[in-house]
């Protein structure tokens, strides 16, 4: 019993489908954090003067982690074949 051509095409446009479904949001978390860290880089003599440059790094190195372990879960699902 071979899977027919039809639910093989279907089953690759789905993967596909959800690939860029789990790859675009990530992409995504990469731009922010670079914006966020030019922001710091730019603001920070303001934000050390408000007291509020220590929220902005925290915030910088939660989105690196965020985003290293969006891309490290992505590689491994598309390893084992479940992505």
């Known amino acids: 019993m071979d899977i027919s051509n039809d639910q093989k095409q279907s089953e690759g446009k789905k ?10 949001p990530n992409v995504l978390c990469y ?16 934000l050390e003067e408000t ?3 220590g929220i902005w790094l925290f915030m910088l190195i939660a989105m690196l982690l ?12 598309i390893k084992k074949g479940k992505l």
């Open 15 to 24: 993967s596909t489908a959800l690939r860029a479904a789990w790859i675009i």
């Open 66 to 77: 965020v985003s290293l372990f969006g891309s490290y879960r992505i590689v491994y699902w």
């Open 51 to 53: 007291n509020m440059l």
């Open 31 to 46: 731009l922010l954090l670079i914006y966020i860290g030019y922001f710091v880089g730019k603001n920070g003599e303001g």
